[in-house]
């Protein structure tokens, strides 16, 4: 009765998906995809039908096309394993149960199977090899040494002073005590839990904490600042901001700014500044967090000063503030996609001593920098810098990178000033705001190409002084930062046409042809991918039904457009690190698309579709409203039906650059699959497939690299030289956050720090912990 009912169950099953291929392949065939898929649905169905006859025909027939499936795939994809997978594992699962003593008795066949008593003790051992390889390539290597590297030089170079170490985000270290030979000896030297969140929150804990002294500082997501003793992760004080969070979606601060005030003592010599998500810039004393009463009004300053109406939710700031001159700089966040007429994307200045308006520079206006007078506001809908922003200050120019106008994905009504600022890197005088130059990263921008990331800072090799701008397109520009003008060659190339009434195209986009492009391999139907034929197909099906004319593709109304990078990148806000000793460029980016069409207003407004409002809030992803242009937009990831991305992994790899030629020094896949699988479910199988990331990394002067930013719940340090992974250690939730590496003189050792707080979006968990590495005490 068992054998019957196990045998019904398998010809229910392979009916059922030859009748699924025959339905997906049919109409895939009909776009003039591969037919092959519409084979395999008809293969499985007669098998299906001569199994119920009890047919031996049933076996020669399946494995006949088991052969030919193999042919196929090899032709297809050649010996790439993640391509084969789809294509090969669920055809021949079905076939080795075919070879069972069940199904054979079924269908008639008694005598053994030759061979038979090896074959399937072989596939066990086959499979727990498999297995077993993959759970070795996770184990945490060993120590090969106890030796410690050298202290540092000075005292200032044990500490973190800014968001990316220095003013520029370099996200370079000059520590030596952890090397590529003791690494994988750290181990967690202390942790800190930042507290239950305020009810309704959502919270992002990305923030890259700041050393000073023996003093750690940091923001949650919600706004409270803590302080914490640098050895022992012991708390010092907590500054609650009581932010007014309704509203506001994904609360998330990035770091905090500090700031040593010439020739002061007393309180407030050393400060601490933050900006809130309800729209306040805060400055505190660094040694025991009280608010300093000199700065604005008793230690705030409202940046909703000149915005005119600012719906909440609607402006806000993620980003710590930018230090130059002793000014303060700042942009904001503004809701994706909502309406024509959101708040201004102002950048505006502010002395960091008295809270005093320096300056506003407005992308709408750029040529008055004054404070609007009352009654009058900022120019609304105009492209905002919500990313973190670097300084120079012997130039004395802060750089900014610039997002879209309001909405993203249609442009038709933006004005000629509009279009030079959106999506581009601006260098504004420190002194008065004036735009000294900019350059402009994607024209005219309708894919949500916002640039997402710091702009780094270095001195090149041949001492030109440059600017890396990495970008979701995955081009990265490196400029000379006292002009603007590339360093490597950047061509202009022709994109394609054809957009929906009303909106008007860029003829041609801007490509860094002198660096590699960081958005991973394009598109196509035979890179599709899948768990199994049946969603792999569906992948393609949704492909030939896509528009897809290469990058830039612009969206339509008839048809969805592939999206190519999605909005995750490239590389997005965890921005690149460089080593500055060896020249090197470290970047980890996403291979992800998006699927993407605009609605009509009318189908909009039947759909129901409107802008968020304190009570409704949304994602910037899904549905957006629009509202004020002909067209509403759908944005979401390229996923199958089973929640994983349509394209074939990797999904997201780390690389190292050598900034003196350009060319990839090496590459790796970036991530295991444990944490992440199937409809968002984790597979607890450590398989390196290279995962989404989001956030940044660190270079030491010793040569290594520390990284989080996985989907996968963990944190890394690999050997810059060649990238080979030294030292792995699980972290209570996905490391979506920018590390920091600092020296504690207390014990004379070098720690390394990261916020593990998971991301909603990239579903890699929840967590309040912030975690300190450090090798074990001499």
């Known amino acids: 009765m068992v054998r019957f009912a196990l045998n019904a169950a398998f010809l ?65 994809v050649g010996l790439d394993g993640w391509a084969l997978a789809p294509r090969l594992a669920m055809p021949v699962c079905l076939g080795l149960w075919m070879l069972t003593p069940w199904f054979r008795r079924h269908i008639g066949l008694v005598a053994p199977l030759p061979g038979g008593r090896l074959l399937w003790p072989s596939l066990a051992l086959a499979i727990l090899l498999m297995v077993g390889t993959t759970f070795w390539l996770d184990r945490d290597p060993a120590a090969t040494t106890t030796a410690y590297g050298l202290p540092p030089a000075t005292t200032a170079d044990g500490d973190w002073i800014a968001y990316g170490n220095d003013r520029g985000g370099s996200r370079w270290s000059p520590l030596r005590q952890i090397t590529p030979a003791n690494a994988a000896g750290l181990r967690v030297a202390w942790t800190y839990h930042t507290g239950p969140m305020p009810q309704g929150a959502h919270s992002a804990f990305e923030a890259n904490p700041l050393k000073i002294g023996e003093r750690l500082y940091f923001c949650t997501g919600y706004n409270d600042v803590v302080a914490l003793d640098a050895e022992t992760g012991k708390q010092l004080w907590r500054h609650a901001a009581k932010a007014d969070i309704r509203g506001v979606y994904g609360l998330s601060c990035r770091g905090v700014t500090y700031y040593k005030v010439p020739n002061a003592t007393g ?41 005119g109406r600012v719906d909440k939710g609607y402006y806000f700031v993620t980003s710590p503030p930018a230090l130059v001159r002793g000014k303060l700089v700042l942009g904001g966040w503004v809701t994706d996609g909502q309406r024509v007429g959101e708040p201004a994307g102002v950048i505006r200045a502010y002395d960091a001593v008295s809270g005093a308006f320096a300056w506003a520079y407005d992308p709408g206006k750029p040529d008055d920098h004054a404070e609007p007078s009352a009654g009058s506001s900022y120019t609304r809908g105009t492209p905002n810098s919500w990313a ?78 440059g600017l890396i701008q990495p970008t979701k397109r995955g081009e990265i520009f490196v400029l000379d930062r006292r002009t603007g003008r590339p360093v490597f060659p950047v061509k202009e190339r022709a994109v394609p046409q054809g957009g929906v009434p009303g909106e008007r195209l860029a003829a041609t986009q801007p490509y860094s ?54 909005y995750l990148g490239g590389v997005d806000w965890g921005g690149i690190s460089v080593d500055k000793a060896r020249g090197l460029m470290i970047v980890n980016n996403n291979q992800v698309a998006n699927y993407d069409r605009l609605i009509t207003r009318a189908d909009a407004d039947r759909m129901g579709v409107k802008p968020m409002n304190a009570e409704h809030m949304s994602d910037v992803g899904g549905p957006v409203a629009q509202l004020g242009v002909p067209y ?73 690299i520390f990284v989080g930013a996985t989907q996968e719940h963990a944190f890394r340090a690999y050997d810059v030289r060649t990238g080979r992974e030294l030292w792995k250690a699980r972290l209570p939730a996905g490391g979506n956050a920018s590390p920091s590496t600092y020296w504690s003189p207390k014990s004379g050792r070098q720690f390394v720090v990261i916020a593990a707080g998971g991301h909603g979006a990239m579903l890699s968990g929840y967590s309040d912990e912030i975690v300190a590495y450090a090798l074990p005490k001499h």
């Open 632 to 704: 509403a937009a759908h944005i979401m990831p390229f996923l199958s039906p089973l929640a994983i991305p349509c394209q074939q992994p990797p999904y997201g790899r780390i690389s190292a650059v050598d900034l003196r030629t350009g060319r990839i020094a090496w590459s790796h896949v970036f991530g295991t699959s444990r944490d992440s699988g199937p409809i968002a479910l984790p597979t607890f199988l450590p398989i390196p497939m290279g995962v989404p990331n989001i956030g940044g990394s660190v270079v030491t002067a010793s040569g290594l």
């Open 513 to 566: 042809v002198g660096l590699p492009s960081f958005g991973g391999p394009k598109p196509s139907e035979a890179g599709m991918w899948g768990l199994t034929p049946i969603d792999q197909a569906l992948c393609r099906l949704r492909f030939r039904e896509a528009r897809f004319e290469g990058d830039m593709t612009p969206l339509g109304t008839h048809q969805p457009t592939i999206v190519w990078p999605g």
């Open 267 to 307: 309180s407030c010599a050393e400060r601490i500044y933050m900006a809130t998500v309800d729209a306040r810039l805060l400055a505190m004393d660094a040694a025991t967090g009280a608010s300093c009463p000199q700065f604005g009004q008793d230690g705030a300053v409202s940046l909703l000063s000149g915005m």
């Open 12 to 76: 229910l099953i392979l009916a059922a998906s030859g009748a699924a291929l025959l339905w997906i392949g049919g109409k895939l065939a009909l776009l003039d995809g591969s037919p092959w898929y519409l084979v395999t649905g008809a293969v499985m169905v007669a098998t299906a039908i001569l199994g119920a006859m009890r047919r031996r025909a049933a076996i020669w027939l399946f494995w006949v096309f088991l052969a030919a499936n193999l042919v196929w795939a090899l032709q297809e």
């Open 388 to 465: 973190p922003m670097s300084s120079d200050e012997a130039l004395g120019l802060v750089y900014a990178p610039m997002g879209n106008a309001t909405p993203d994905y249609y442009g038709g009504h933006r004005t000629p000033l509009d279009d030079r600022f959106s999506s581009a890197v601006v260098a504004l005088d420190a002194n008065t705001g004036a735009v000294r130059w900019s350059f402009q990263t994607t024209h005219h921008d309708l894919w949500d190409y916002d640039v997402p990331a710091q702009p780094t800072l270095v001195d090149l090799p041949g001492g030109v002084p």
